[in-house]
């Protein structure tokens, strides 16, 4: 580990691999180079881990560190001023990174070397090989715990400069509990999707809902930006088989995978999931080339015109846009294709209304009104398609919680959203 880090110097870009790539005992270490290093900048995205470099304030002057996607760890450093967040959309942030300003520095996370002379980045091929072919310097944690998943996951060893050897778990995410208003929204979702569609699902209870929801469709196919575990047990309940997809057909494509064991087990080995580069998987223009693909994303807050937010709470950033407009404007330019935002519809714990005449004031426009069919509630499906204003806040409001329905009315009528 120390030869490892010895390399790093001042004035580095690093990029840390994602989310279930994350190389956490290199970042667990990163920090003790402080007293030789100044000006590193780590990106960091959806991680799994809180490090000593980005959440200790003492260490600006050593670290900055930049996120594309919020996760906890980040979310929690944010107010501190460590840690700073790049909007742009799954497909193409990274590359458009390397076009300004390429890292020269990659850290990741990889299988045991096989037979052939080969590592996989196993559970994210979303930026992964991208960087690791325009960095100067790549250093790879080598865990045998990680799964053989299959797809673009390969990498030749003289492409890394140095393996650190570990032994410790891979992040699991544990399975989020199902409540009655998960089930109710996941049921009214349900009601949108048919046998034989192609759909790509978020994280979280509702997700895991819809999922539920799902055990009595046929034939259903995957294109995600994320594998999930419910994704998983739908597969080998029989109800997600690929058969029908016009592009990969036969195949679970995404672009990382977290969830619980039962999912990394279903990856290790299974010819049927195929991970992807983001910059594929999640292009709009291949996305539409699935028929029948359904996009079902949930949010934080939507407005009466049908505007989303699903990244920030104000002018804070929670998360990050992610793939969401990408598959969103995928799947509505796909034959039959479907944009569905799902939603409680109220925060803070039933004191405010999800739905709102205007977004909460700095919040970031996730998605457009332009990219949205249908907005689902515990209340009902408001459907976007082709409706004017006037029927979209009929339609929302149809679908708030009862106790702001006639506030939003009256808010709507004073301020003119017709």
């Known amino acids: 580990m120390d030869e490892a880090l010895a390399l790093i110097k001042s004035g580095d870009e690093i990029v840390a691999g994602f989310c279930g790539g994350e190389p956490m005992a290199i970042l667990k270490q990163l920090h003790t180079i402080k007293d030789r290093v100044t000006d590193v900048t780590v990106w960091y995205s959806l991680g799994m881990g809180k490090y000593e470099f980005f959440t200790n304030p003492e260490l600006k ?16 450093a944010h107010s501190l001023g460590t840690v700073s967040f790049q909007p742009g959309h799954l497909h193409n942030a990274f590359t458009r990174k390397i076009e300004v300003k390429p890292p020269n520095v990659f850290i990741g996370t990889v299988t045991p070397m096989d037979q052939h002379g080969y590592v996989k980045t196993s559970l994210s091929v979303l930026y992964e090989k991208t960087f690791v072919e325009h960095a100067d310097l790549v250093i790879m944690e080598v865990n045998p715990h990680l799964p053989n998943v299959g797809g673009d996951t390969e990498l030749p060893i003289d492409l890394v400069d140095y393996f650190v050897e570990v032994d410790r778990p891979i992040p699991v995410l544990p399975t989020a509990e199902v409540q009655e208003l998960d089930k109710i929204i996941g049921g009214y979702v349900a009601s949108l999707v048919n046998d034989g569609d ?35 047990a739908l ?59 359904v996009s079902i994303n949930t949010a934080l807050q939507v407005d009466l015109s049908g505007q989303v937010c699903s990244e920030s709470i104000g002018l804070r950033t929670y998360s990050g846009s992610g793939g969401q407009n990408d598959t969103a404007e995928g799947a509505i330019h796909a034959k039959n294709g479907r944009s569905i935002i799902a939603l409680y519809s109220t925060a803070k714990n039933g004191t405010i209304s999800a739905i709102q005449p205007w977004l909460t004031p700095g919040a970031a426009v996730t998605l457009s009104r332009n990219n949205i069919d249908y907005i689902v509630t515990e209340y009902g499906i408001a459907p976007m398609k082709a409706r004017t204003i006037k029927q979209r806040v009929e339609n929302l409001i149809a679908i708030a919680h009862p106790d702001f329905r006639s506030e939003l009315r009256e808010m709507a009528f004073k301020h003119e959203i017709w």
């Open 198 to 232: 192609t759909i790509q699902l978020g994280i979280g209870g509702i997700p895991n809902a819809v999922a539920l929801a799902f055990m009595d469709k046929k034939d259903l196919g995957v294109h995600t930006e994320m594998i999930t575990s419910s994704m998983a």
């Open 61 to 76: 002057l050593h670290f900055t560190t930049n996120s594309w996607f919020h996760g906890f760890g980040a979310r929690e």
């Open 235 to 293: 597969a080998e309940a029989g109800v997600i088989t690929g058969s029908k997809k016009s592009l990969h057909r036969g195949k679970m494509i995404g672009t990382f995978a977290l969830g619980n064991q039962k999912l990394y087990d279903f990856l290790d080995g299974n010819p049927s999931v195929q991970l992807l580069r983001g910059n594929y998987v999640n292009n709009p223009f291949v996305i539409a080339k699935n028929d029948n693909m």
